[in-house]
């Protein structure tokens, strides 16, 4: 009955889903991962296979904080500054129509548009 015990072998599991990069390669027993090395603090990677590499390496996945790194560079890092003056577009500098600057917000400013400007209410149409 050697059948049996062949089959016990198939049905179980030696891997899992990882933590970290998602592949079904964690081995239950050992406890690490086999595709990323989990729970190690770097990344498992080798020289003879160069494909995984350049799948694995930056600029492949979200990059949720370098992506802004450049942007953040140019304009010196700055935190919680506001631009000093609002200028108009270099195409038009104030001259189109759909061009609005926008409004610095100051404490208790009297509104824009006062009762004067509005037009009255219309007068409903008799039959």
Not at 15 to 37: L, N, P, Y
Not at 48 to 77: H, Q, S, V
Request: hydrophobic share 25%; with cysteine.
């Amino acid at each position: 009955m050697g059948t049996k015990n062949a089959l016990k072998k198939q049905i179980q599991k030696t891997h899992t889903r990882c933590r970290r990069c998602g592949r079904t390669s964690f081995h239950i027993q050992k406890k690490v991962c086999a595709g990323c090395g989990y729970p190690s603090a770097r990344l498992r990677h080798y020289n003879w296979c160069k494909k995984m590499i350049r799948r694995k390496t930056r600029g492949t996945g979200r990059m949720r904080y370098e992506k802004d790194l450049p942007r953040k560079a140019k304009n010196g890092f700055r935190e919680q500054v506001r631009s000093s003056t609002v200028r108009a577009p270099v195409c038009c500098a104030g001259e189109c129509r759909s061009y609005q600057p926008r409004r610095v917000l100051t404490t208790a400013s009297p509104s824009p548009i006062s009762s004067q400007t509005q037009a009255p209410p219309r007068k409903k149409a008799s039959a």
